[in-house]
T-cell receptor, first 115, second 114 residues
Framework: DAGVTQSPTHLIKTRGQQVTLRCSPK?????VSWYQQALGQGPQFIFQ???????QRGNFPDRFSGHQFPNYSSELNVNALLLGDSALYLC??????????????FGAGSRLTVL | AQKITQTQPGMFVQEKEAVTLDCTYD???????LFWYKQPSSGEMIFLIY??????QNATEGRYSLNFQKARKSANLVISASQLGDSAMYFC???????????FGSGTKLNVKP
């Protein structure tokens, strides 16, 4: 049973570029959340997708956008990259639309370095 | 607003001994869940244990137990019989029942010595 898979695992971009990160949720899950984890810190909530819609958003600028596809997979897009966007981006999945204190299953993350 | 505090940036423990990782939380909500995750150097967050705010008994999962003191708003993780493979970052997190958004602490780096 495959867990949450993310791609790419590592990538390097320069300031001002755009990046797209991809996530496939665990089998049976329909809700995908994205988190940003800066070096030495805990993950911070970016947004969550359910039924192809963004349900809630954390304190991140509009440069961060996302999408969920009919097969429940998701993309995170970041435009106009800044040095401060360098981080590990974690995708997490659950089921039931994200209601309740459900356990999140995380992927191994995509490590983005902005030069 | 919700907040998780982990005051131990790093901890050392001898193999086969028990260790307690501290976590305090702040919320005005009555319905919430508390979680502990382990993050090895590979980056993946691994779920360890869950405690609901209405659970009267402390949660246990194998060598992991959660010492839940609701009045003090603390949710400490106890790892018994530490193993070398337990060396990792440990994160405490909270989620409200009305929406599955996790608030994480800053983590504790545990090193298990042989």
């Amino acid at each position: 049973d495959a867990g949450v898979t993310q791609s790419p695992t590592h990538l390097i971009k320069t300031r001002g570029q755009q990046v797209t990160l991809r996530c496939s949720p665990k089998s049976g899950h329909d809700t995908v959340s994205w988190y940003q984890q800066a070096l030495g810190q805990g993950p911070q909530f970016i947004f969550q997708y359910y039924e192809e819609e963004e349900r809630q958003r954390g304190n991140f600028p509009d440069r961060f956008s996302g999408h969920q596809f009919p097969n429940y997979s998701s993309e995170l897009n970041v435009n106009a990259l800044l040095l401060g966007d360098s981080a590990l981006y974690l995708c997490a999945s659950t089921s039931g639309g994200g209601s309740g204190a459900n356990v999140l299953t995380f992927g191994a993350g995509s490590r983005l370095t902005v030069l | 607003a919700q907040k998780i505090t982990q005051t131990q940036p790093g901890m050392f423990v001898q193999e086969k001994e028990a260790v307690t990782l501290d976590c305090t939380y702040d919320t005005s909500d009555q319905s919430y869940g508390l979680f502990w995750y382990k993050q090895p150097s590979s980056g993946e967050m691994i779920f360890l244990i869950y405690q609901g705010s209405y659970d009267e008994q402390n949660a246990t999962e194998g060598r992991y137990s959660l010492n839940f003191q609701k009045a003090r708003k603390s949710a400490n993780l106890v790892i018994s019989a530490s193993q070398l493979g337990d060396s990792a970052m440990y994160f405490c997190a909270m989620s409200l029942y009305n929406f599955n958004k996790f608030y994480f602490g800053s983590g504790t780096k545990l090193n298990v010595k042989p």
